[in-house]
């Protein structure tokens, strides 16, 4: 059974410092994984999507990575800016072309 | 390129009712999911149409149904609401599967009073 989890639960940092957010999932045989935000009360919104024959995607300020192997994929945020205020969730298929599962998520505030 | 299209925003049910919820995905996409949101489980999967077809199921009672049509938008309905099912419901549409990555919509936000 796939499960993932996101560490940490919450973030609180300064404007301008870089951050990585964590996700880790039970079953390594994934295929892809995608990272998306929320901000309160809406829907999520889709950041970046990591093909298992890729290590690493990136858009602007945000980096990711994927290590199969360990299990986990981290989000990297670069000189963060308070509009990066949102809820950080990571996905991971349950089997092959199956449904996403979802992490807890990691909240974020980035402070003015 | 229009994206995903959820409808209605908001809604407020009494328990016992019904609700109907839809969802318009992004054209030429063919798979819609469903997924539950609350405060308490977080995001968790309902069901997913291809084609017209269930494809994939949650584990939710049977008062949590869909379909899909044929222009690929998608409808979900609960019978005989309960508190419970207050939650933010997504929907979320992708080319074929899970594969090609999930586009969400804006959710409906139900509550049951």
Not at chain 1, 94 to 100: I, L, R, V
Not at chain 2, 80 to 96: H, K, N, Q
């Amino acid at each position: 059974k796939q499960e993932v989890t996101q560490i940490p639960a919450a973030l609180s940092v300064p404007e301008g410092e870089n951050l990585v957010l964590n996700c880790s999932f039970t079953d390594s045989a994934i295929y892809n994984l995608q990272w998306f935000r929320q901000d309160p009360g809406k829907g999520l919104t889709s950041l970046l999507l990591i093909q298992s024959s890729q290590r690493e995607q990136t858009s602007g300020r945000l980096n990711a990575s994927l290590d199969k192997s360990s299990g986990r994929s981290t989000l990297y945020i670069a000189a963060s800016q308070p509009g990066d205020s949102a809820t950080y969730l990571c996905a991971v298929p349950k089997a092959y072309g199956q449904n996403f599962v979802f992490g807890p998520g990691t909240r974020l505030s980035v402070l003015p | 390129k229009a994206g995903v299209t959820q409808t209605p925003r908001y809604l407020i049910k009494t328990r016992g009712q019904q609700v109907t919820l839809s969802c318009s995905p992004i054209s030429g996409h063919r798979s819609v999911s469903w997924y539950q949101q609350t405060p308490g489980q977080g995001l968790q999967f309902l069901f997913e149409y291809f084609s017209e077809t269930q494809r994939n199921k949650g584990n939710f009672p049977g008062r949590f149904s869909g379909r899909q049509f044929s222009n690929s938008r998608s409808e979900m309905n609960v019978s005989t609401l309960e508190l419970g099912d207050s939650a933010l419901y997504l929907c979320a549409s992708s080319l074929e599967t899970s594969f090609d990555g999930y586009t969400f919509g804006s959710g409906t936000r139900l509550t049951v009073v």
